[in-house]
């Protein structure tokens, strides 16, 4: 299994661009999440999914859209960039069920925008 | 979800044990709680999880107790490659309904030769 991937790695972006971060994970994972890191700072909860159709909004999810049409695809999209939204984006996985100690990260997509 | 309060920022030397203590006054009683390991650069890693009383894993113990307002993560004789920034998190995930995983500001921990 690939785990959780995530497309691109680096982006520069300029103020007012819009832009799509691609999630995917192939472990049939139900719940999805997105969250940003700022540096030096604890990582805040964009937006989640529990499942395919279904999404909700975490703590900071002005300026960002989700949509889950598929379990594996969970997409981050900027509508239009704003220099605060520069940070690190990870998304991470984790199955149904009791328990919770098999949630997985991405190794993140570093965003700047000027 | 309860919110929760962990030191800034550690310092320890090599072969220590180093306890970092989270405080979650307001856990409730479906809430289970999790620990995460991020180094720089990576996402974050699971660690270990509990419920009550003292889990083990090869990583580390979890001490919980009683009434369950606060937990230490003890990590045995630490090395180098322990720095990292640690987390705390509490949550009910059992719900089928919670997708949510709240991370506060975390504990930096800097292992020392």
């Known amino acids: 299994n690939a785990g959780v991937t995530q497309t691109p790695k680096f982006q520069v972006l300029k103020t007012g661009q819009s832009m799509t971060l691609q999630c995917a994970q192939d472990m049939n994972h139900e719940y999805m999440s997105w969250y940003r890191q700022d540096p030096g700072m604890g990582l805040r909860l964009i937006h989640y999914s529990v499942g395919a159709g279904i999404t909700d909004q975490g703590e900071v999810p002005n300026g960002y859209n989700v949509s889950r049409s598929t379990t594996e695809d969970f997409p981050l999209r900027l509508l239009s960039a704003a220099p605060s939204q520069t940070s690190v984006y990870f998304c991470?996985?984790?199955?149904?069920?009791?328990?919770?100690?098999?949630?997985?990260f991405g190794p993140g997509t570093r965003l700047l925008v000027l | 979800l309860a919110k929760t309060t962990q030191p800034i920022s550690m310092d320890s030397y090599e072969g220590q044990e180093v306890n970092i203590t989270c405080s979650h006054n307001n856990i409730a009683t479906n809430d289970y709680i999790t620990w995460y390991q991020q180094f720089p650069s990576q996402g974050p890693r699971f660690i270990i999880q509990g419920y009550k009383t003292k889990v083990t894993n090869e990583v580390a113990s979890l001490f919980i107790p009683a009434d369950r307002k606060s937990s230490t993560l003890s990590l045995p004789r630490v090395s180098l490659s322990d720095t990292a920034v640690y987390y705390c998190?509490?949550?009910?995930?059992?719900?089928?309904?919670?997708?949510?995983?709240?991370f506060g500001q975390g504990t930096t921990l800097q292992v020392k030769p």
């Open positions: 998190l509490v949550g009910d995930i059992r719900s089928g309904n919670t997708g949510k995983l709240i």
């Open positions: 991470a996985s984790r199955p149904t069920g009791p328990r919770q100690e098999t949630q997985y």
